[in-house]
């Protein structure tokens, strides 16, 4: 089997307002796609030479979000006359299963979402990204018997961050520090995030550890493991010998593991170089867990910024290395979605021709 392992044509358009990586999410052997009419496709990979479709009764609501804690795949759909459509797909127990049915609930909420993440015990967060408000916080738990849902402020948070992931039942926030000459790259767990008790625990900086970071927030992307692990990639960033800062690569770095009680930023490893660049630039694209050991990385593609450059890396310890092959899709890093299985990676790439030419593509980390 070759690192990019097979690929397929859906032969449906994008829901999710045409976002690949909100329309994406994976559980075990299982793919989700979610579709132009609202619907849902499904597909078991044990051979990602011949994937299974499965069969998905559509929820009562059209989809805007999926999002994925490993055994269950949450469903959102819109905020209307105060009622937030939610359903969501358990990790069947049968491996030969046919057909799926979500479960669907309705629950009062005024809120807005602007992302989701995995939380602790099946759970979810549901983030407003509104740094005014504290960015306000719902835990989201299923099966759901609430009848409201309420957004609480991440209380603390320090002046400029942002809630970027999560890791358990803590949210995590980001921000660069450029007050002192530098741009300290600062992390921070919100405790207690989605409830009445949330506190923030102070900001970690890991300037002595990572280096200096890009100021500019979309020059980075952050993961939400499902196990509590959080990836962490952007444009490595040195002092050029004339003055200023410069970007030469995009690096990925694994700050916590399996919901570790503090940020590290040590473990590393370059994903792609590049000639010197601005160092807001977004080359730094979306990632995805496939193990505990094993991370999907994208970036930009060296020989052609507009392209996506698909690679796999392994952890061991504290030790991170590229594994496997490298793939180019003709695609920026921006149009694809990312997600991944207990075995494979996925990227989503969106139509680039009519008929829809939506595909799914697999990658095995471990070969090529």
Same mark, same amino acid.
């Given at each position: 089997m070759a690192f990019h392992a097979g690929a397929w044509t859906i032969g449906q358009s994008l829901g999710c307002s045409g976002s690949a990586q909100r329309c994406l999410a994976a559980m075990g052997d299982y793919v989700f796609v979610g579709t132009s009419d609202g619907g849902l496709l499904g597909f078991r990979v044990t051979n990602p030479l011949a994937p299974e479709a499965i069969a998905v009764e559509n929820p009562p609501f059209a989809i805007t979000a999926l999002v994925s804690n490993q055994?269950?795949?949450?469903l959102i759909g819109p905020v209307l006359g105060g009622k937030l459509s939610i359903a969501w797909l358990d990790l069947p127990s049968d491996p030969l299963i046919k057909?799926?049915? $979500?479960? #669907?609930a309705a629950v009062n909420f005024t809120g807005g979402i602007g992302a989701a993440y995995p939380a602790a015990q099946d759970g979810f967060f549901l983030v407003k990204s509104?740094?005014?408000?504290?960015? $306000?916080? #719902?835990?989201?738990?299923l099966p759901t018997s609430a009848a409201s849902l309420t957004q609480y402020p991440s209380t603390g948070i320090a002046s400029g961050a942002a809630a970027v992931a999560s890791s358990g039942a803590r949210l995590v926030t980001y921000r660069t520090d450029?007050?002192?000459?530098?741009?300290?790259?600062?992390?921070?767990?919100?405790?207690g995030a989605g409830t009445m008790n949330a506190q923030n625990g102070g900001e970690r900086s890991l300037l002595g550890e990572a280096g200096e970071a890009p100021s500019d927030l979309a020059a980075h992307t952050f993961t939400s493991g499902y196990d509590g692990t959080l990836l962490w990639s952007t444009n490595r960033l040195r002092r050029a010998e004339a003055g200023g800062v410069v970007s030469d690569a995009v690096v990925l770095r694994w700050p916590l593991i399996n919901g570790t009680s503090d940020f590290n930023g040590a473990r590393a490893v370059a994903v792609e170089s590049y000639s010197d660049f601005g160092i807001d630039e977004h080359r730094a694209g979306p990632s995805a867990l496939i193990d505990p050991q094993t991370a999907l990385v994208t970036a930009a593609d060296p020989a052609n910024v507009g392209q996506t450059s698909v690679r796999a890396v392994s952890r061991s310890a504290d030790t991170l290395r590229q594994?496997?092959?490298?793939?180019?899709?003709p695609l920026q890093i921006g149009q694809i979605g990312?997600?991944?299985g207990r075995r494979y990676g996925y990227v989503l790439t969106p139509a680039t021709s009519t008929p829809p030419d939506v595909m799914l593509h697999v990658y095995a980390p471990s070969c090529g």
């Open positions: 055994s269950r795949i949450l057909s799926l049915k $979500p479960a #669907a509104s740094a005014s408000e504290f960015y $306000p916080t #719902a835990l989201l738990t450029a007050q002192r000459s530098t741009l300290s790259p600062n992390f921070s767990f919100e405790n594994l496997g092959g490298r793939h180019v899709l990312v997600s991944a």
